[in-house]
């Protein structure tokens, strides 16, 4: 009895799995980034997967708040995920705003060189003018705790692989940007 490999599941799916994370502030973009750079994977055959930060919260996440230490393993978590689905020969799209760069670098640590890290940069001013949810307003008027950009730190990634400027650029854009970066990383060899 042999376990499949990891080289024989990326041959069945003809290419390599990578995690593409993308940190920012709430409102910078991830995840309509993500879900347009998941259509456009897709539809060039590639195995793809999204970890949404917010869909995560009401599922595998959902005992955790926003504190410090429940943010800590909300990432943790989710990287050992995106691990698996790496494993498995996917290209995982993970949108979260992980904002202590020490939980990020604990995930790219974990996944080596399957990692991408992608800032989605976008000033704060943009993203609460934007406030497509409705939570700086919510987070302004003290309704909300922990809100990252109000009342909790957004560390920005000092070395990321990629940065987006979501302010300047359009989806089409920053899609393409990722797209250059990943296509030739996962190819096989
Ligand atoms: P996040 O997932 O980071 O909280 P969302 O993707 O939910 O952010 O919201 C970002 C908002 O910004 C959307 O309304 C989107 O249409 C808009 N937007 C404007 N320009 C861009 C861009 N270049 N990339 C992504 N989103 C953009």
Redesign the pocket.
């Known amino acids: 009895m042999k376990n499949i490999s990891k080289s024989e599941r990326n041959k069945l799916k003809g290419h390599k799995g990578l995690a593409v994370w993308?940190t920012?502030?709430?409102?910078?973009?991830?995840?309509?980034?993500?879900v347009e750079l998941e259509q456009q994977l897709f539809a060039k055959n590639i195995h793809t997967y999204t970890l949404?930060g917010?869909i995560l919260r009401t599922g595998l996440n959902k005992d955790l708040s926003f504190t410090e230490e429940a943010r800590k393993e909300n990432i943790r978590r989710t990287g050992e995920v995106a691990k698996l689905f790496v494993d498995s020969g996917t290209v995982v799209i993970a949108?979260f705003?992980s904002p202590f760069a020490n939980d990020r670098k604990i995930v790219r640590e974990l996944l080596g060189e399957e990692f991408v890290e992608v800032f989605?940069n976008c000033p704060l001013e943009v993203c609460e003018q934007?406030d497509?949810?409705g939570l700086y307003k919510k987070a302004r008027k003290g309704e909300l705790k922990n809100f990252t950009g109000i009342d909790s730190p957004y560390e920005k990634p000092e070395n990321p692989e990629l940065t987006?400027n979501?302010?300047l650029?359009?989806?089409q854009?920053?899609v393409q940007q990722i797209l250059e970066f990943v296509l030739p990383k996962i190819e096989l060899k």
Not at 26 to 34: E, F, L, N, R, V
């Open positions: 993308l920012g502030l709430s409102g910078a973009g991830k995840s309509t980034i993500a949404d917010d949108a705003i989605v934007r497509v949810k987006l979501t302010d650029q359009d989806l854009e920053c």
